[in-house]
Every structure is written in C-alpha cells, then in structure tokens.
C-alpha cells in the first residue's frame, strides 16, 4: 500500500504559477511511475503530466500544458513537483497524482494504469 498526500493547490489569478507536491509514503521512489491528472466541474478526469525513472529520467505532457507545466521528482524525498506556469482559467480543476511500479519504456496517461491515488488539490484559476 502506498499513499500519496498533495499540496500545494489555492487560488491565484491568470498567469500566475503554483508548484504542487506529491509527497508518497514508499522510501525509493525510483521504481514508480507518477503522473498527475486532473478534473474540472462536470469533466471527465484528464491526463496532465507523467514521470517515470525507468530508462532514465522519462517525462511526458499533455498539450494543454506542454511549455507551462514541469514535472520533476526527488526520489530520496518521496516526492513528486508539479510547477505550474502562467495559469489559466481552464487550468481550474482537483488535482490528483497517482503511481504505479512500472519498469517499461511507455508513457502512461491512461488512469486505469495506476493503483494508488492521492486525495487530490484545488487549484482555482481566476481571471
């Protein structure tokens, strides 16, 4: 069982930034793979970023966020960063990270691929 704990999330204006946290209960972060999703009011959940140490240091976005958005990992802390760049009002929504022991090269942005989840933060984007 591993269980994660963000922070991180508030409420900041168009073009402002946030970092979140995943904070992750495993001591060696080294073989999860973690990636973040999000879901706003009334939408389904969404890919928005992925990590992954196998094979070396894999990161991956969704479009919406490419050049906005880094994730980045410290695994000796358990943790996992999202650095959010010039927000914006369609950036609102529950962010949740989740990770799964993966070993494979492929990037994964289907949820279902993942086994434990965070409880999520708000992250309110306002104009």
């Known amino acids: 069982q591993v269980y994660l704990v963000e922070s991180g999330g508030g409420l900041v204006q168009a073009g402002d930034s946030l970092r979140l946290s995943c904070e992750a209960s495993t001591r060696n972060l080294r073989p999860w793979a973690v990636s973040w999703f999000r879901q706003a009011p009334d939408k389904d959940r969404e890919f928005v970023a992925f990590?992954?140490?196998?094979?070396?240091?894999?990161?991956s976005y969704a479009d919406s966020v490419t050049g906005r958005f880094a994730i980045s990992r410290d695994n000796v802390k358990s943790v996992v960063y999202l650095q959010m760049n010039n927000l914006k009002l369609e950036d609102t929504a529950v962010y949740f990270c989740?990770?799964?022991?993966?070993?494979?090269?492929?990037?994964?942005?289907?949820?279902?691929?993942?086994?434990?989840w965070g409880q999520g933060t708000q992250v309110t984007v306002s104009s």
């Open positions: 989740a990770c799964a022991l993966y070993y494979g090269s492929e990037i994964l942005t289907d949820g279902s691929r993942y086994n434990y």
């Open positions: 990590s992954s140490w196998s094979g070396g240091n894999t990161t």
